[in-house]
Protein backbone atom coordinates (compact mmCIF):
# COMPACT_ATOMS: atom_id res chain seq x y z
CA UNK A 1 0.00 0.00 0.00
CA UNK A 2 1.16 3.08 -0.96
CA UNK A 3 1.97 6.35 1.56
CA UNK A 4 -1.05 8.50 0.88
CA UNK A 5 0.14 11.71 1.11
CA UNK A 6 3.24 10.94 -1.36
CA UNK A 7 0.52 10.80 -4.19
CA UNK A 8 -1.49 13.71 -2.90
CA UNK A 9 1.18 16.36 -3.17
CA UNK A 10 4.94 15.63 -5.31
CA UNK A 11 7.32 18.76 -5.13
CA UNK A 12 10.46 18.87 -7.01
CA UNK A 13 13.58 17.02 -5.48
CA UNK A 14 13.91 18.20 -1.98
CA UNK A 15 17.31 17.41 0.11
CA UNK A 16 16.64 17.06 3.99
CA UNK A 17 18.94 17.53 6.26
CA UNK A 18 18.90 15.35 9.55
CA UNK A 19 20.81 17.15 11.83
CA UNK A 20 20.98 14.35 14.77
CA UNK A 21 21.37 11.06 12.69
CA UNK A 22 23.53 9.34 15.16
CA UNK A 23 20.08 8.39 16.85
CA UNK A 24 18.27 4.87 16.26
CA UNK A 25 15.42 7.24 15.67
CA UNK A 26 16.88 9.06 13.06
CA UNK A 27 17.01 5.88 10.65
CA UNK A 28 13.24 5.50 11.22
CA UNK A 29 13.09 9.01 9.73
CA UNK A 30 15.18 8.62 7.02
CA UNK A 31 13.19 5.28 6.23
CA UNK A 32 10.07 7.00 6.61
CA UNK A 33 11.82 10.05 3.75
CA UNK A 34 12.96 7.23 1.75
CA UNK A 35 9.57 6.61 0.40
CA UNK A 36 9.02 9.61 -1.01
CA UNK A 37 10.40 9.92 -4.55
CA UNK A 38 12.76 12.66 -5.22
CA UNK A 39 13.84 13.15 -1.60
CA UNK A 40 17.56 13.39 -1.16
CA UNK A 41 18.74 12.57 2.82
CA UNK A 42 21.93 13.74 4.43
CA UNK A 43 23.17 13.27 7.80
CA UNK A 44 24.46 15.20 10.48
CA UNK A 45 25.94 12.93 13.15
CA UNK A 46 27.80 13.18 16.57
CA UNK A 47 29.05 9.53 16.26
CA UNK A 48 31.08 7.80 13.40
CA UNK A 49 29.38 4.62 14.01
CA UNK A 50 25.44 4.39 13.75
CA UNK A 51 23.70 2.79 11.82
CA UNK A 52 22.43 5.61 9.49
CA UNK A 53 25.93 6.15 8.17
CA UNK A 54 25.75 2.22 6.81
CA UNK A 55 22.00 2.96 5.70
CA UNK A 56 21.72 3.20 1.83
CA UNK A 57 18.58 5.71 1.90
CA UNK A 58 21.50 8.50 3.02
CA UNK A 59 23.74 10.25 0.08
CA UNK A 60 26.08 11.69 2.80
CA UNK A 61 27.23 11.28 5.97
CA UNK A 62 29.29 14.03 8.18
CA UNK A 63 30.61 13.69 11.65
CA UNK A 64 31.08 16.49 13.85
CA UNK A 65 31.35 16.34 17.78
CA UNK A 66 29.89 20.00 18.57
CA UNK A 67 27.13 19.16 20.39
CA UNK A 68 28.83 20.46 23.96
CA UNK A 69 29.89 24.04 21.33
CA UNK A 70 26.47 25.44 20.77
CA UNK A 71 28.46 27.79 18.48
CA UNK A 72 30.38 26.08 16.25
CA UNK A 73 27.50 23.26 15.99
CA UNK A 74 25.58 26.24 14.26
CA UNK A 75 28.43 27.10 12.01
CA UNK A 76 28.62 23.08 11.37
CA UNK A 77 24.96 22.71 10.46
CA UNK A 78 25.14 25.98 8.44
CA UNK A 79 28.61 24.52 6.02
CA UNK A 80 26.94 21.58 6.01
CA UNK A 81 23.53 22.94 4.72
CA UNK A 82 25.19 24.62 1.74
CA UNK A 83 27.20 21.70 0.81
CA UNK A 84 24.34 19.86 0.42
CA UNK A 85 21.98 22.04 -1.06
CA UNK A 86 19.52 21.17 2.04
CA UNK A 87 16.36 22.69 2.00
CA UNK A 88 14.49 21.63 4.92
CA UNK A 89 16.71 21.17 8.37
CA UNK A 90 15.13 17.92 10.41
CA UNK A 91 15.85 17.13 14.10
CA UNK A 92 14.77 13.87 15.67
CA UNK A 93 15.13 13.97 19.42
CA UNK A 94 13.94 16.31 22.28
CA UNK A 95 17.66 17.34 22.76
CA UNK A 96 18.55 18.50 18.68
CA UNK A 97 14.48 19.91 19.07
CA UNK A 98 15.07 21.71 22.14
CA UNK A 99 18.54 22.96 19.63
CA UNK A 100 16.78 23.77 16.72
CA UNK A 101 13.92 25.67 18.56
CA UNK A 102 16.25 27.72 20.47
CA UNK A 103 18.06 29.04 17.35
CA UNK A 104 15.45 29.25 14.84
CA UNK A 105 15.99 32.36 13.65
CA UNK A 106 19.37 31.74 13.34
CA UNK A 107 18.80 28.40 11.20
CA UNK A 108 16.16 29.64 8.52
CA UNK A 109 18.74 32.01 7.29
CA UNK A 110 19.85 28.72 5.76
CA UNK A 111 17.28 26.38 5.28
CA UNK A 112 13.74 26.19 6.18
CA UNK A 113 12.89 23.94 9.87
CA UNK A 114 10.18 21.77 10.64
CA UNK A 115 7.81 23.27 13.12
CA UNK A 116 9.01 23.42 16.14
CA UNK A 117 7.66 24.17 19.51
CA UNK A 118 8.96 27.29 21.19
CA UNK A 119 11.91 26.57 24.06
CA UNK A 120 9.68 27.20 26.91
CA UNK A 121 6.61 24.98 25.87
CA UNK A 122 9.35 22.45 24.87
CA UNK A 123 11.12 22.58 28.16
CA UNK A 124 7.58 22.68 30.39
CA UNK A 125 6.65 19.72 28.33
CA UNK A 126 9.47 17.31 28.32
CA UNK A 127 10.20 17.87 32.28
CA UNK A 128 7.19 15.70 33.90
CA UNK A 129 6.97 17.77 36.59
CA UNK A 130 6.51 21.14 34.82
CA UNK A 131 3.90 19.05 32.78
CA UNK A 132 1.51 18.23 35.17
CA UNK A 133 1.67 22.23 36.24
CA UNK A 134 0.98 23.06 32.92
CA UNK A 135 -1.96 20.41 32.98
CA UNK A 136 -3.24 21.87 35.94
CA UNK A 137 -3.22 25.41 34.79
CA UNK A 138 -5.20 24.83 31.19
CA UNK A 139 -7.37 22.12 33.01
CA UNK A 140 -6.19 18.87 31.26
CA UNK A 141 -6.74 15.36 32.44
CA UNK A 142 -3.61 13.97 34.13
CA UNK A 143 -3.36 11.60 36.96
CA UNK A 144 -2.71 13.11 40.14
CA UNK A 145 0.98 13.88 40.61
CA UNK A 146 3.31 15.77 43.19
CA UNK A 147 6.94 15.90 43.18
CA UNK A 148 9.27 14.84 45.82
CA UNK A 149 10.92 17.22 48.29
CA UNK A 150 12.39 15.93 51.93
CA UNK A 151 10.02 17.26 54.30
CA UNK A 152 6.57 16.87 55.85
CA UNK A 153 4.99 18.90 52.95
CA UNK A 154 6.06 15.77 51.10
CA UNK A 155 4.86 13.23 53.26
CA UNK A 156 1.04 14.95 53.52
CA UNK A 157 0.96 15.02 50.14
CA UNK A 158 1.49 11.05 50.02
CA UNK A 159 -1.01 10.24 52.49
CA UNK A 160 -3.45 11.68 50.40
CA UNK A 161 -2.35 10.59 47.50
CA UNK A 162 -4.94 7.64 46.15
CA UNK A 163 -2.92 4.42 45.78
CA UNK A 164 -1.31 2.57 43.93
CA UNK A 165 1.36 4.52 42.78
CA UNK A 166 4.95 5.23 40.34
CA UNK A 167 6.98 7.46 41.09
CA UNK A 168 9.19 8.51 37.88
CA UNK A 169 12.42 10.37 36.91
CA UNK A 170 11.18 13.60 35.85
CA UNK A 171 13.71 13.05 32.87
CA UNK A 172 13.15 10.19 31.17
CA UNK A 173 11.38 7.99 28.16
CA UNK A 174 11.21 4.41 27.21
CA UNK A 175 9.49 3.22 30.87
CA UNK A 176 13.08 3.83 32.39
CA UNK A 177 13.31 4.57 35.88
CA UNK A 178 9.60 4.40 37.02
CA UNK A 179 9.01 1.72 39.76
CA UNK A 180 5.86 1.13 41.57
CA UNK A 181 4.57 1.08 45.12
CA UNK A 182 1.14 0.34 47.31
CA UNK A 183 1.44 1.98 49.95
CA UNK A 184 3.20 5.41 51.15
CA UNK A 185 6.12 4.04 53.53
CA UNK A 186 7.22 2.28 50.65
CA UNK A 187 7.45 5.37 48.32
CA UNK A 188 9.22 7.25 51.17
CA UNK A 189 11.89 4.93 52.40
CA UNK A 190 12.46 4.34 48.11
CA UNK A 191 13.03 7.97 47.97
CA UNK A 192 14.89 8.52 50.89
CA UNK A 193 17.88 5.75 49.72
CA UNK A 194 18.43 7.84 46.74
CA UNK A 195 21.28 10.30 46.54
CA UNK A 196 19.94 13.41 47.91
CA UNK A 197 19.84 14.80 43.86
CA UNK A 198 18.62 12.18 41.81
CA UNK A 199 15.25 12.23 44.60
CA UNK A 200 15.42 15.61 44.52
CA UNK A 201 13.99 15.17 40.40
CA UNK A 202 11.34 12.35 41.37
CA UNK A 203 7.81 12.71 40.73
CA UNK A 204 5.02 10.41 42.43
CA UNK A 205 1.80 9.79 40.28
CA UNK A 206 -1.18 7.50 40.86
CA UNK A 207 -1.51 4.14 39.13
CA UNK A 208 -4.29 4.40 36.81
CA UNK A 209 -5.68 0.60 36.29
CA UNK A 210 -6.52 0.41 32.76
CA UNK A 211 -5.21 0.39 28.98
CA UNK A 212 -2.70 2.73 27.05
CA UNK A 213 -3.73 4.57 24.03
CA UNK A 214 -1.04 6.92 22.27
CA UNK A 215 -2.11 9.78 19.70
CA UNK A 216 0.93 11.01 17.60
CA UNK A 217 0.44 14.08 15.98
CA UNK A 218 2.00 16.81 13.22
CA UNK A 219 0.96 20.01 14.97
CA UNK A 220 0.93 23.99 13.44
CA UNK A 221 -0.16 26.60 15.71
CA UNK A 222 -2.04 24.16 18.07
CA UNK A 223 -4.23 22.46 15.17
CA UNK A 224 -3.41 19.38 14.13
CA UNK A 225 -2.33 18.18 10.61
CA UNK A 226 -2.17 14.80 10.68
CA UNK A 227 -2.58 11.92 13.42
CA UNK A 228 -2.99 8.43 14.13
CA UNK A 229 -4.02 6.55 17.45
CA UNK A 230 -2.38 3.49 17.93
CA UNK A 231 -2.99 0.81 21.27
CA UNK A 232 -0.73 -1.96 22.55
CA UNK A 233 -1.64 -5.62 21.97
CA UNK A 234 1.15 -7.19 23.75
CA UNK A 235 1.04 -7.21 27.79
CA UNK A 236 3.63 -7.75 30.48
CA UNK A 237 4.08 -6.89 33.91
CA UNK A 238 7.92 -6.81 34.03
CA UNK A 239 8.53 -3.01 33.01
CA UNK A 240 7.15 0.23 31.48
CA UNK A 241 8.57 -0.25 28.56
CA UNK A 242 5.90 0.68 25.37
CA UNK A 243 4.54 -2.56 23.45
CA UNK A 244 6.82 -4.03 20.62
CA UNK A 245 2.65 -4.84 19.00
CA UNK A 246 0.21 -2.24 18.21
CA UNK A 247 -3.24 -1.86 16.82
CA UNK A 248 -4.27 1.28 14.75
CA UNK A 249 -7.82 2.17 15.70
CA UNK A 250 -10.20 5.04 15.67
CA UNK A 251 -10.78 6.54 19.05
CA UNK A 252 -12.31 10.08 18.86
CA UNK A 253 -12.22 10.48 22.53
CA UNK A 254 -8.38 10.39 22.78
CA UNK A 255 -8.13 12.85 19.46
CA UNK A 256 -10.14 14.83 21.63
CA UNK A 257 -7.61 14.74 24.32
CA UNK A 258 -4.89 15.31 22.05
CA UNK A 259 -6.67 18.38 20.33
CA UNK A 260 -7.23 20.08 23.92
CA UNK A 261 -3.75 19.51 24.51
CA UNK A 262 -2.23 21.03 21.29
CA UNK A 263 -4.67 24.32 21.46
CA UNK A 264 -3.56 24.84 25.36
CA UNK A 265 0.32 24.65 24.12
CA UNK A 266 -0.22 26.36 21.23
CA UNK A 267 1.91 23.06 19.83
CA UNK A 268 4.44 23.04 16.79
CA UNK A 269 6.00 19.98 15.23
CA UNK A 270 5.93 15.82 15.93
CA UNK A 271 4.70 14.59 19.35
CA UNK A 272 3.79 11.20 20.99
CA UNK A 273 1.17 11.11 23.78
CA UNK A 274 0.85 8.68 25.70
CA UNK A 275 -2.96 8.21 27.25
CA UNK A 276 -4.65 6.14 29.75
CA UNK A 277 -8.20 5.09 30.17
CA UNK A 278 -9.11 4.09 33.53
CA UNK A 279 -11.14 1.06 34.23
CA UNK A 280 -12.35 3.10 37.12
CA UNK A 281 -14.11 5.77 35.84
CA UNK A 282 -13.82 5.12 31.84
CA UNK A 283 -11.97 8.55 31.18
CA UNK A 284 -8.80 9.33 29.22
CA UNK A 285 -5.48 10.88 31.34
CA UNK A 286 -2.36 12.21 30.28
CA UNK A 287 0.50 10.73 31.49
CA UNK A 288 2.91 12.15 29.22
CA UNK A 289 3.66 13.99 25.58
CA UNK A 290 7.11 12.28 24.05
CA UNK A 291 8.18 16.13 22.20
CA UNK A 292 9.97 14.12 19.36
CA UNK A 293 9.19 11.36 16.60
CA UNK A 294 8.90 7.66 18.56
CA UNK A 295 9.84 3.84 18.01
CA UNK A 296 6.59 3.40 16.12
CA UNK A 297 7.10 5.55 13.55
CA UNK A 298 6.97 2.99 10.93
CA UNK A 299 4.11 1.56 12.35
CA UNK A 300 2.20 5.66 11.44
CA UNK A 301 3.93 5.12 8.24
CA UNK A 302 2.75 1.65 7.06
CA UNK A 303 -0.50 2.58 8.02
CA UNK A 304 -0.49 5.68 5.50
CA UNK A 305 0.82 8.99 7.34
CA UNK A 306 4.23 9.59 7.05
CA UNK A 307 4.82 12.06 9.59
CA UNK A 308 8.86 13.47 8.54
CA UNK A 309 7.12 14.04 4.91
CA UNK A 310 4.50 15.91 6.04
CA UNK A 311 6.93 17.73 8.39
CA UNK A 312 8.87 18.64 5.45
CA UNK A 313 6.26 19.84 3.58
CA UNK A 314 5.00 21.89 6.37
CA UNK A 315 8.41 23.75 6.51
CA UNK A 316 7.89 24.54 2.93
CA UNK A 317 4.61 26.01 3.00
CA UNK A 318 3.22 23.46 0.59
CA UNK A 319 -0.43 22.52 1.72
CA UNK A 320 -1.68 18.67 2.12
CA UNK A 321 -4.88 17.32 2.53
CA UNK A 322 -5.09 15.62 6.54
CA UNK A 323 -4.18 12.22 5.60
CA UNK A 324 -6.65 9.08 6.89
CA UNK A 325 -4.53 6.26 7.88
CA UNK A 326 -6.32 2.75 7.72
CA UNK A 327 -6.51 0.37 10.46
CA UNK A 328 -4.18 -2.52 11.57
CA UNK A 329 -1.74 -4.09 13.20
CA UNK A 330 2.04 -3.74 13.28
CA UNK A 331 4.98 -4.82 15.18
CA UNK A 332 8.71 -3.66 15.88
CA UNK A 333 9.97 -7.23 14.55
CA UNK A 334 12.67 -7.68 17.34
CA UNK A 335 11.21 -5.67 20.31
CA UNK A 336 8.08 -8.43 20.06
CA UNK A 337 10.35 -11.31 19.80
CA UNK A 338 12.47 -10.25 23.05
CA UNK A 339 8.96 -9.09 24.68
CA UNK A 340 7.35 -12.54 24.01
CA UNK A 341 10.77 -14.40 25.47
CA UNK A 342 10.73 -12.26 28.43
CA UNK A 343 6.48 -13.38 28.76
CA UNK A 344 4.59 -10.88 27.54
CA UNK A 345 1.65 -12.10 26.48
CA UNK A 346 -0.13 -11.25 23.00
CA UNK A 347 -4.21 -10.32 22.68
CA UNK A 348 -6.49 -12.53 21.82
CA UNK A 349 -7.04 -12.39 17.58
CA UNK A 350 -3.71 -9.64 17.42
CA UNK A 351 -1.73 -11.82 15.14
CA UNK A 352 0.94 -9.74 12.93
CA UNK A 353 1.77 -10.76 9.62
CA UNK A 354 5.23 -10.03 8.05
CA UNK A 355 4.22 -7.62 6.22
CA UNK A 356 2.96 -5.59 8.39
CA UNK A 357 6.57 -5.95 11.01
CA UNK A 358 9.53 -3.54 11.11
CA UNK A 359 11.22 -6.58 9.27
CA UNK A 360 10.36 -4.99 5.72
CA UNK A 361 12.18 -2.07 6.10
CA UNK A 362 15.18 -4.15 7.66
CA UNK A 363 15.83 -6.77 5.06
CA UNK A 364 15.69 -3.53 1.97
CA UNK A 365 18.67 -1.61 4.67
CA UNK A 366 20.23 -4.46 6.38
CA UNK A 367 23.63 -3.27 7.49
CA UNK A 368 21.98 -0.37 9.25
CA UNK A 369 20.13 -2.42 11.36
CA UNK A 370 23.23 -4.90 12.34
CA UNK A 371 25.43 -1.88 13.31
CA UNK A 372 22.42 -1.02 15.64
CA UNK A 373 22.36 -4.24 17.24
CA UNK A 374 26.21 -4.57 17.28
CA UNK A 375 26.18 -1.75 19.19
CA UNK A 376 23.45 -2.74 21.79
CA UNK A 377 26.55 -5.49 22.02
CA UNK A 378 28.72 -6.24 25.03
CA UNK A 379 31.61 -6.64 22.23
CA UNK A 380 30.94 -3.51 20.43
CA UNK A 381 31.35 -1.64 23.72
CA UNK A 382 34.31 -2.96 24.21
CA UNK A 383 35.81 -2.12 20.93
CA UNK A 384 34.58 1.46 21.22
CA UNK A 385 36.78 1.45 24.24
CA UNK A 386 39.50 -0.16 22.97
CA UNK A 387 39.17 1.80 19.79
CA UNK A 388 38.75 5.34 20.47
CA UNK A 389 41.94 6.46 20.26
CA UNK A 390 41.36 5.45 16.04
CA UNK A 391 37.91 7.55 16.11
CA UNK A 392 38.14 10.41 13.54
CA UNK A 393 38.55 13.31 15.89
CA UNK A 394 37.93 15.59 12.43
CA UNK A 395 34.73 16.83 10.54
CA UNK A 396 34.16 14.51 7.48
CA UNK A 397 31.49 13.97 4.92
CA UNK A 398 31.80 10.37 3.25
Not at 86 to 100: C, K, Q, R, Y
Not at 105 to 110: K, N, Q
Not at 206 to 222: I, K, R
Not at 274 to 288: K, V
Request: net charge positive; glycine share 6%; charged share 25%.
Amino acid sequence: MKVSTIDAVRPDAISVLVIDGEQWLALLVARCLAQVPNVRIHVLSEAARAPLRVSRHRRSYRVARTRHDPARRLEVIHETARQTGADVLLPVTEEAILFAATHAADLRRRAALVPLPSPAVLSSTIDKWAFAQVAERHDLPIPATIRYTPDATFESALLVLPFPVLVKPMRGEGGKGIARFNYPEEVTRFLRDMPAEQAAAQIVQTFLPGWDVDCSVLCQDGHILAYTVQRPTLFGTRDFKPSAAIEFVTDEKALAVARRWAAATGWNGVAHIDLRRSTNDGQLRILEVNARYWTSLLGSLRMGVNFPWLSCLAALDIPFPSPRYRHGHYAEFGGMLRQRLRGFSPESGASVPFRETSLRYSLVDPLADLVHLGRQSRLSRLFRHRGRSGTPTRDTLS
